[in-house]
């Protein structure tokens, strides 16, 4: 988990996805970079979890190779609008914005904050 | 199209790849973002929603998980980046608004970037992939909307 971590955290912020400013810069269509960055990290998790699991039998850890499962519903979809309005005012999402403490971009900690906050609101009147 | 070019972005895309295929091949798990949310505030909350059994046996991966991301970054800023560490110029209540609808939103859907866009897409779940055309489309409409009133970056 930590060493994973470190790689996608590195990958983050090499990618520039860490900063606030590349990111609304894709969001503003002045710099499609970060298609390339999600469609590479996709594609490289897409050939891992449809071939591994035919190789090897179980994690080397143990355990089972867990299958994603997501339902299509009114809530994925207005999720995802609301989400996309917060990303289009903040330039943050969940894993950029813990990146972005690592780049030593200490406002980031305002927008985790109000998604603790946005998570919490969620879970406690919308269930 | 791409100031930038193109190195940094498919590079730093391979790398988190490799992070969450790592995490898998061990695993089985797939590491994504946003539940992290979910299964920390289940340490504090008793509110049945955040005690499911899911949230429970994840918290501590995920916290570990948050911890290795943020040192990655710092990782790369003391080693390969040129211009050190970063402040963003983004005005605090476009963070605080934008975090709060982030939060609130993901955890509707489900997924983010990361759990819709990186592992949904890549189980080949099309739930996901309705998610992420819907948040790149209304957040690339909102990001458009808010520089043409003037506010910048």
């Known amino acids: 988990m930590f060493i994973g971590g470190i790689f996608f955290g590195f990958g983050l912020a090499f990618g520039g996805m860490s900063k606030q400013e590349i990111v609304l810069s894709f969001l503003q269509l002045k710099d499609l970079g970060l298609l390339l960055l999600l469609g590479g990290s996709a594609l490289v998790t897409a050939?891992?979890?449809?071939?591994?699991?035919?190789?090897?039998?179980?994690?080397?850890?143990?355990?089972?190779?867990?299958?994603?499962?997501?339902?299509?519903?009114?809530?994925?979809i207005i999720g995802a609008i609301i989400f996309?309005?917060?990303?289009?005012?903040?330039?943050?999402?969940?894993?950029?914005?813990?990146?972005?403490?690592?780049?030593?971009?200490?406002?980031?900690?305002?927008?985790?904050?109000?998604?603790?906050?946005?998570?919490?609101?969620?879970?406690?009147?919308?269930? | 199209m791409f100031p930038l070019g193109f190195f940094p972005y498919i590079i730093g895309g391979i790398l988190i790849g490799v992070g969450v295929s790592f995490i898998y091949i061990v695993t089985g798990l797939h590491a994504t973002?946003?539940?992290?949310?979910?299964?920390?505030?289940?340490?504090?909350?008793?509110?049945?929603?955040?005690?499911?059994?899911?949230?429970?046996?994840?918290?501590?991966?995920?916290?570990?998980?948050?911890?290795?991301?943020?040192?990655?970054?710092?990782?790369?800023?003391?080693?390969?980046?040129?211009?050190?560490?970063?402040?963003?110029?983004?005005?605090?209540?476009?963070?605080?608004?934008?975090?709060?609808?982030?939060g609130f939103g993901t955890r509707l859907s489900k997924g983010c970037t990361s759990g819709h866009g990186i592992s949904g897409l890549a189980s080949l779940s099309t739930t996901s992939l309705f998610a992420?055309?819907?948040?790149?489309?209304?957040?690339?409409?909102?990001?458009?909307?808010?520089?043409?009133?003037?506010v910048f970056p």
Do not use: H
């Open chain 1, 47 to 76: 050939l891992t979890i449809n071939i591994v699991p035919k190789v090897l039998k179980k994690p080397i850890l143990g355990g089972v190779f867990k299958k994603r499962t997501r339902t299509l519903t009114k809530r994925t």
């Open chain 2, 33 to 102: 973002q946003s539940s992290f949310f979910d299964t920390t505030i289940s340490f504090f909350s008793k509110r049945p929603y955040f005690l499911q059994k899911q949230y429970l046996d994840s918290r501590g991966w995920r916290i570990t998980f948050a911890v290795g991301v943020i040192l990655g970054a710092f990782i790369y800023t003391i080693t390969l980046a040129a211009e050190g560490f970063f402040t963003t110029s983004v005005e605090w209540w476009r963070l605080a608004i934008g975090g709060f609808l982030v």
């Open chain 1, 84 to 127: 996309g309005v917060g990303w289009g005012i903040s330039g943050l999402c969940p894993g950029s914005a813990m990146a972005s403490l690592g780049i030593g971009n200490l406002p980031a900690l305002i927008g985790i904050a109000g998604m603790f906050l946005g998570a919490y609101v969620m879970g406690r009147y919308f269930t």
């Open chain 2, 132 to 150: 992420v055309l819907t948040f790149i489309t209304v957040g690339i409409l909102t990001a458009l909307v808010i520089q043409s009133l003037g």
